[in-house]
């Protein structure tokens, strides 16, 4: 059962390219979070929202509740972005259901 | 700065052995989280605890127990170790279940099982 499907598995891109991670869902949720995990396993929280459009530096986190999808985008990319990129969603029964995760490289 | 401490970052171990890994947090958290994360398959919640002596069986509970004995510790315990439960395992709390609040991860510990 994939509740959360993110697309691509894996992305490979040169420096200054634009990219965009997607996250769809079935399930009705309350929020939805993006995380980051970098080689050595730690996890970084980068977003948590639930409608519209969240900004952090090159980093943009959109969703759209009726379509049950949402995208990351990261700008201008550099190679200190290579990491997993993850998409988890908080369903109606406060649980966290997770993507497999986006691993992303990005070449000098 | 909040902090998710686990005790290892690697750790290698025999089939049958018994395994402890250890989860710290100092932000006075009420509720921690064992994930296992493997390729392909994303993070799996084994258990999770909303207080001090309390747990709650995630989807992957099976040769796995826990222990909450102190709120800032929150340990998973693998009775007798297994090849297939080679994995990275990682730690989380929050502050409450409600709505909106973020978990804060440790680095992980990667175990492997030989």
């Known amino acids: 059962k994939n509740e959360v499907e993110q697309s691509p598995q894996n992305l490979t891109a040169q420096e200054g390219e634009f990219i965009t991670i997607n996250c769809s869902y079935s399930?009705?949720?309350?929020?939805l979070h993006w995380l980051q995990q970098h080689p050595g396993g730690g996890i970084v929280s980068l977003f948590m929202?639930?409608?519209?459009?969240k900004k952090h530096g090159r980093l943009i986190a959109t969703i759209n509740i009726q379509e049950k999808h949402s995208s990351l985008h990261i700008t201008a990319s550099h190679p200190r972005d290579s990491a997993v990129y993850i998409c988890?969603?908080?369903?109606?029964?406060?649980?966290?259901?997770w993507g497999a995760g986006t691993k992303l490289i990005i070449k000098p | 700065d909040v902090k998710v401490t686990q005790s290892s970052r690697y750790l290698v171990k025999r089939t049958g052995e018994k395994v402890f890994l250890e989860c710290v947090q100092d932000?006075?958290?009420?509720?921690m989280f064992w994930y296992r994360q493997d390729p392909g398959l994303g993070l799996r919640l084994i258990y999770f605890?909303?207080?001090?002596?309390?747990?709650e069986k995630g989807d992957i509970p099976e040769g796995y127990s826990v222990s909450r004995e102190k709120k800032e510790r929150f340990s998973l315990i693998l009775e007798s170790a297994s090849t297939n439960q080679t994995s990275m395992y990682l730690c989380?709390?929050?502050?409450?279940?409600?709505?909106?609040?973020?978990?804060?991860f440790g680095s992980g510990t990667r175990l492997t099982v030989v």
């Open positions: 989380a709390s929050s502050l409450t279940t409600a709505l909106n609040y973020g978990y804060t």
């Open positions: 932000m006075d958290h009420e509720n």
């Open positions: 605890s909303y207080d001090v002596k309390m747990k």
């Open positions: 399930v009705g949720i309350s929020a």
């Open positions: 929202l639930s409608s519209g459009k």
């Open positions: 988890a969603v908080m369903d109606s029964n406060y649980q966290l259901i």
